[in-house]
T-cell receptor, first 109, second 114 residues
Framework: GIQVEQSPPDLILQEGANSTLRCNFS?????LQWFHQNPWGQLINLFY???GTKQNGRLSATTVATERYSLLYISSSQTTDSGVYFC???????????FGTGTRLQVTL | DAGVIQSPRHEVTEMGQEVTLRCKPI?????LFWYRQTMMRGLELLIY????????DSGMPEDRFSAKMPNASFSTLKIQPSEPRDSAVYFC????????????FGPGTRLLVL
């Protein structure tokens, strides 16, 4: 199956700093989603982005499908951005997603 | 919209007991997914349904696990008999097959088997 690697595994930022999270995948995909799991365990869908670039407020994401990677940008980070960020990918006609191991982000004051 | 609803939110049981987890997907969604999250294995897909039909159950760990979707608005995941290694957070998610396939997750059920 598809392998998904995320980096860095852990990240500590001061409030206001910017960051870039990376997701590499081992095969062609037609489905790529970014999720945020908050400290209470809730998984929130951030982006559906199998290719191209999208922005939502302070967050933006870019997927370069031909080079098999995606990037999630967080600008002007806030303490509420803390949690784990997951990249998940899928291919073919199936709806299933394979999740990466996540990047754990801690934003401090 | 109420989002994906799961019950119970927490379950503590003793080894050997039957456990039933419940999920109500978002109205209009026709794909439903059951995931398990543990520290050791991360988030792993157990089974998913399209239009109430199980499509891929290759992630179901063993015969002690079973899942059903009797109608478009309800699914169950059953563990019988439960074992301590089944302790995990179980998530249900739903999406609209044929569209962007964005998956929306429920709050999860935290299961502890003693």
């Amino acid at each position: 199956g598809i392998q998904v690697e995320q980096s860095p595994p852990d990240l500590i930022l001061q409030e206001g700093a910017n960051s870039t999270l990376r997701c590499n995948f081992s095969d062609s995909v037609n489905n790529l989603q970014w999720f945020h799991q908050n400290p209470w365990g809730q998984l929130i869908n951030l982006f559906y982005i199998p290719s191209g670039t999208k922005q939502n407020g302070r967050l933006s994401a870019t997927t370069v499908a031909t080079e098999r990677y995606s990037l999630l940008y967080i600008s002007s980070s806030q303490t509420t951005d803390s949690g784990v960020y997951f990249c998940a990918v899928g291919s073919g006609t199936a709806s299933k997603l394979t999740f990466g191991t996540g990047t754990r982000l801690q934003v401090t004051l | 919209d109420a989002g994906v609803i799961q019950s119970p939110r927490h379950e503590v049981t003793e080894m050997g007991q039957e456990v039933t987890l419940r999920c109500k997907p978002i109205s209009g969604h026709n794909s439903l997914f059951w995931y398990r999250q543990t520290m050791m294995r991360g988030l792993e897909l157990l089974i998913y349904f399209n239009n109430n039909v199980p499509i891929d159950d290759s992630g179901m760990p063993e015969d002690r696990f079973s899942a059903k979707m009797p109608n478009a608005s309800f699914s169950t995941l059953k563990i019988q008999p439960s074992e301590p290694r089944d302790s995990a957070v179980y998530f249900c998610a739903s999406s609209f097959q044929g569209g962007r396939k964005t998956q929306y997750f429920g709050p999860g059920t935290r299961l502890l088997v003693l």
